[in-house]
């Protein structure tokens, strides 16, 4: 798709104030949103070659596929203005969201991926972010995502989501649920996800840790993650060091959530009430043993339902949706 020229951004960009200028302060707002956003192909694809190397150097994949899905999953499915329903818009990057207690720690994501915008100014931060964990993922051994670009932006902070809205640990739940399956049902139901799409996603915790000093879950260090990771059993340790991790290899991403949930049989391991729940639950221990015994099976659901939450709530700007 060609990239609107700048007499095409000039005359929208003013389509918009006109309209601001007309209806007074509500419609100002809606200008920020019309502001016009490129959409180049060629860059999208480079940027993508990019993250893949980029993210592997870095030993960061596991944080920056948290930032894509903290920014995806504020969606709500009930509303239905667009940018009040959430979703993949980059509000994550903007306070007062970013400063959610959900999100701590997530400025680190933003300061990684801060040299890619500024080498590919034409790609969203939506896209970036999404493209991003994509990358991660893929780059992790796992599966390559169908994704596509095209996402528009808000730059406001009055459009951020709500708090509130993304899935906890443990209880106390912040929705008044009691138990772990009804606050994940809750909360992904209201995206529009189902029980096989919780358990598929949740298997992205293959990859990463958790810091009692960010989520408040976990220990300090662990015998995976005390010299940092060693993907592979490689011997040589990449990624920074501490936290408790879900799996051994931490930085591979593989259908070993699953195995390792199933077994139970590692105290080094974490394991939180919304990770034991699914071989409890009779919706979702179905979809966990299928998964822990099929990695093939787990790669395709995963991918699906990795691409619907790259999507939700999200914008196109014109000539969008494109694929790579």
Known sequence: HTPLTMQALSQRQSACRTAASRN???????????RAQTLDKTQLKAVYADLMTYVQSKSCNPIIVRLAWHDAGTYDASIKTWPECGGATASIRLDPEITHGANAGLRVALALLKPMKEKYPDVSYSDLFQMASAAAIEAAGGPKIPMRYGRRDVDDSGQCAKEGRLPDAAPPFGDGTKSPGDHLRRVFYRMGLNDQEIVALSGAHSLGRSRPDRSGHGVASTKYTEKGATPGGAGTSVG???GQSWT??????NNSYYTVMKAKNDADLLVLPTDAVLFTDEGFKPWATKYAE?????FADYAVAHQKLSELG???????????
């Open 24 to 34: 007074g302060t509500a419609s100002s707002r809606k200008a920020l949103i019309c």
């Open 240 to 242: 920074t060091p501490g």
């Open 248 to 253: 051994p290899d931490w930085l591979v991403f």
């Open 294 to 298: 099929d990695e093939a099976v787990f």
């Open 314 to 324: 999200v914008q196109w700007v014109e000539g969008a949706p494109v694929t790579l």
